[in-house]
Structures are given as C-alpha cells and as structure tokens.
C-alpha cells in the first residue's frame, strides 16, 4: 500500500514507537510525540514534506543512502570526504557548509532541534541544491 501524503507523520510516530534498534535516525529526529511538528508537516506542499521526511529518515538522496542503494560508490560527504554524507552530519558537524548552516540553521546541535525552524532547514538545502 502507498502512504499518501496525510499518513507522513503517523508512520514516523509509529516508527519512533517501536521497540526495535532500528530506525536509530527517526528516533533521534521525533523523540517525542510532537503535536506542533505533525501540524507544521501537514502545512508543507509535496516537495517540501518530502525533503523534511528525508532528513528525519536518512532516507534522502545524499551519498550515505545512495550507496547503500548501490547508486554511488562513495557514502563520503561531497563537502569535506571526511565522514559519510548523512542529514545529521551535512546539518549540524559539516566544515565545508559551516559557513550556509550559520545562515540558515543557527547554532542547532541536534536533529531535533534543526526541526523546529523547517523554514530554516528548508532554505539551507535549497541553497545548497544537493536535493535536487
Ligand atoms: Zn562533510
């Protein structure tokens, strides 16, 4: 069965509930069960949730998932090839997109923070157009 679009957020809340050791990356993006981020995810057209989704999964076209997909060779960040490409380490620990975080995620030090300002997040991978 396809999720529509509505159902977003009730499978992170059911992914964030299981018991299991995976998914490590959504539970540590929606710890909680978070009303005000369910409400702002309903807000965002199409291309937007998918690109939140993506960060709040890992499932998003960045080199650590496309190589786990077989579709790149290296999951190394583009940026600095220090450590895999992965949202949490483009968001919060990049060198080579210090300089874009500051501009538009601020001082963020974990996922869930970056989450509360998707204006913010949103801008910061337009501008650097890897997404796309
Ligand atoms: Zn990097």
């Known amino acids: ?6 159902d977003y957020p009730w499978l992170l809340l059911d992914i964030r509930s299981s018991k299991t050791k ?5 539970k540590e993006a929606v710890p909680d069960l978070n009303p005000r981020l369910t409400t702002k995810l ?6 937007k949730l998918r690109t939140v989704v993506g960060m709040i999964t890992g499932h998003c076209p960045l ?3 496309l190589s786990i997909l077989g ?3 290296s999951p190394l960040c583009r940026a600095c090839m220090e450590t895999e490409e992965t ?4 968001m919060l620990q990049c060198n080579g997109v210090a300089e874009q975080r500051a501009a538009h995620l601020g001082s963020s030090a974990t996922l869930h923070e970056a989450l509360g300002d998707l ?5 910061f991978w ?4 890897w997404l796309e």
């Open 1 to 6: 069965m396809i999720a529509r679009r509505t």
């Open 22 to 26: 995976e998914c490590k990356h959504t």
């Open 42 to 47: 309903l807000q965002l057209n199409r291309s």
């Open 63 to 65: 080199n650590k998932h």
């Open 71 to 73: 579709i790149t060779d």
């Open 87 to 90: 949202p949490i380490h483009v």
């Open 119 to 123: 204006g913010g997040l949103l801008s």
């Open 126 to 129: 337009s501008e650097l157009g």
